[in-house]
């Protein structure tokens, strides 16, 4: 059975290269939305965080009508950190769009996206967008593409993938560069003629993939997947089987079906081969189940992910200020939320440890982690992480091995020789260097952990122009010791409120976190130090009062308004003996241990053992 009136497809690309609006101008030209309805930018990024950073966080699935042919479209992420979200949802597609930047061409995630397409053997249509950038290069870009389909091993069809040429906030697509088109017709057209159209079996027993989950308080989990053969019928009996044997079959009754037009999800009663459904009223199922007929459980394979390469340890918060703006503050809250996180985060790892206040979690980057971090303070969660670490591993011959990222920079002329030198001191290795237009391009194969703190230094060292991206390359050999962070931190001296005469004399010593009037413990971390070492400061200082006191001799003190740090700025701060403070309102860098005389004591021992 082959459904000459359905077309599945992805769009793939690497970040901030307009999929998402794309996916826009496809759903208004065809006629998703109502004349006189207003619809926001970005309208398929519907988290708070997706819309406040401007990035696409989870896939999700759409679908338009064209010409009596139903197109389903998900919406992938394009940051490296995400790229589990991508991997698991090609299963559902038979056919990708990839997008690419006029100006940037083919970027890390491209070349990653395009690969896992490629294997699967799923069929592309390449986009060339954003051609009406005054800075397009769009010829060099078509030979930056073809090299890369080469350099993947691409087959001889896959090489003969048409391309088209947009804008996606303009609204058009042609054939030509040079020509700019009306309208999206001809990507719509290209589309239709050139993804195969989804086969199966509607008389084979039932099996289809749960490639996402979604999740509802009225309803509970939501199953997304394609239908591979057989027909699913609602309050049909089901089964859920996996294909990895990791639990026992679970028996089941459909409930709700729905199908998915433009934004909405359409209650139905049956689906075909090929459909991408969402079917309600399963508790227990995960991501990479087969739901199949009862009498013929055949499970499906599931692709498998790649590994996560960072850890950092949450645990619950036993700071002085505990418990005072969190509403989920035990150890049982904390360890709920986490494991509740697997079930739809399939890149992500959480292994319980000796103490039972702690958890590993392990993910994809700082990035990664730091989203479900940002989730779960604003769910009213209070809680303490560490600093990231990357995962070492031992290879076949016993060897250490750590991963390893590509970096792509793009900068200033003026800004190459800063990154170049900060590059090279965390074990960074220039592998391509070039110029793109009036930039230059520098590409380095670097330790995970050497990025570690790098992102706020970058943009300071290119004054806010530089763009900076990663992807996973793999495991290498480990590049020995360095130092990441050359500078020390300001730590409070007692518990009270900060004032502005002890900040005064503070701030000589370094670059602060907070102004007067804020609570401190002892222990807790309020600036930032050049030196690189610690530095205890009192800032609850008080001036006393003489009877030779000139009045308002205050007011002549001025502070230096502080640095105020993002939860990304934060975790990239972080020490090794250092821990993050995570409250709904507050964001709190500490020591891991408050006491001052332990700690000193503490450094004098480690000192003297690297003396001997």
């Known amino acids: 059975m082959i459904r000459e009136d359905l077309r599945n497809i992805a769009i793939i690309a690497h970040v901030d290269h307009g999929k998402t609006t794309l996916v826009d101008e496809l759903l208004k030209q065809c006629g998703a939305f109502r004349q006189n309805q207003a619809v926001a930018d970005r309208v398929m990024d519907s988290g708070d965080l997706e819309r406040e950073r401007g990035i696409t966080i989870l896939s999700k699935n759409t679908a338009v009508n064209y010409k009596g042919i139903k197109l389903n479209i998900v919406d992938t992420p394009g940051h490296a950190d995400f790229g589990g979200e991508v991997e698991r949802v090609l299963k559902m597609v038979n056919g990708v769009l990839l997008l690419v930047d006029a100006y940037e061409g083919p970027m890390p995630q491209t070349r990653f996206v395009l690969q896992r397409a490629l294997e699967l053997g799923l069929k592309a249509v390449i986009v060339i967008n954003k051609v009406d950038r005054p800075d397009a290069r769009c010829d060099e870009v078509v030979d930056e593409i073809l090299e890369l389909l080469f350099d993947l091993d691409a087959t001889d069809e896959q090489l003969d993938s048409p391309v088209l040429f947009a804008s996606a906030r303009a609204g058009f697509a042609s054939l030509s560069p040079y020509e700019h088109g009306d309208d999206m017709t001809p990507l719509l057209d290209t589309i239709v003629s050139h993804i195969p159209a989804p086969e199966g079996d509607e008389n084979a027993p039932l099996q289809m993939l749960v490639s996402s989950i979604d999740y509802n308080e009225y309803v509970g989990r939501i199953a997304v997947g394609r239908i591979e053969n057989g027909i ?184 190459v020789g800063a990154v170049m030198e900060k590059l090279n001191a965390r074990k960074g290795e220039l592998t391509k260097m070039g110029n793109v237009g009036t930039r230059t391009r520098l590409e380095f194969l670097i330790p995970s952990r050497g990025l570690f703190g790098y992102r706020s230094e970058f943009l300071t060292d290119t004054r806010g122009e530089g763009i900076l991206n990663t992807i996973f390359h793999g495991y290498l050999p480990t590049k020995g010791d360095f130092t990441s962070r050359q500078t020390g931190s300001l730590i409070a001296f007692e518990t009270g409120e900060s004032i502005t005469y002890g900040l005064f004399n503070a701030q000589e010593r370094g670059a602060l976190f907070i102004g007067a009037g804020v609570p401190v413990y002892a222990g807790m971390v309020v600036g930032l130090s050049p030196k690189g070492e610690d530095i205890v400061v009192n800032v609850c200082k008080k001036k006393h009062a003489t009877n030779m006191r000139a009045s308002g001799s205050d007011d002549a003190l001025r502070l230096i308004p502080p640095r105020t740090m993002s939860l990304e700025q934060c975790i990239e701060f972080l020490a090794e003996d250092e821990l993050l403070e995570v409250t709904p309102k507050s964001l709190r860098i500490r020591k891991t241990v408050l006491d001052h005389g332990i700690r000193a004591a503490a450094l004098a021992k480690k000192r003297a053992k690297q003396q001997q």
């Open 232 to 415: 699913l019928k609602q309050n049909s009996d089901i089964l859920l089987t996996n294909y990895h044997a990791t639990r026992d079959d679970i028996k089941a009754k459909a409930v709700n079906l729905y199908t998915f037009e433009g934004l909405k999800r359409v209650p139905i009663e049956s689906a075909q081969p090929g459909d991408i459904i969402a079917l309600s009223g399963l508790d227990t199922v995960n991501i990479g189940d087969t739901i199949c007929d009862p009498l013929h459980p055949q499970a499906l394979p599931f692709v498998k992910i790649s590994e996560p390469t960072v850890e950092m340890a949450f645990s619950i918060n036993d700071s002085p200020f505990a418990g005072r703006e969190g509403k989920f503050v035990t150890s049982r809250n904390l360890r709920d939320r986490l494991f509740r996180e697997l079930l739809k985060d399939v890149s992500l790892k959480v292994e319980e440890t000796e103490s039972t206040d702690t958890f590993r979690v392990l993910g994809r980057g700082e990035m990664h982690l730091s989203i479900l971090i940002e989730t779960m303070r604003r769910e009213g969660y209070e809680f303490q992480v560490g600093a990231p670490k990357v995962l070492f591993r031992k290879d076949e011959d016993g060897n250490t091995t750590e991963p390893f990222e590509e970096v792509v920079v793009d900068v200033p002329a003026s800004a």
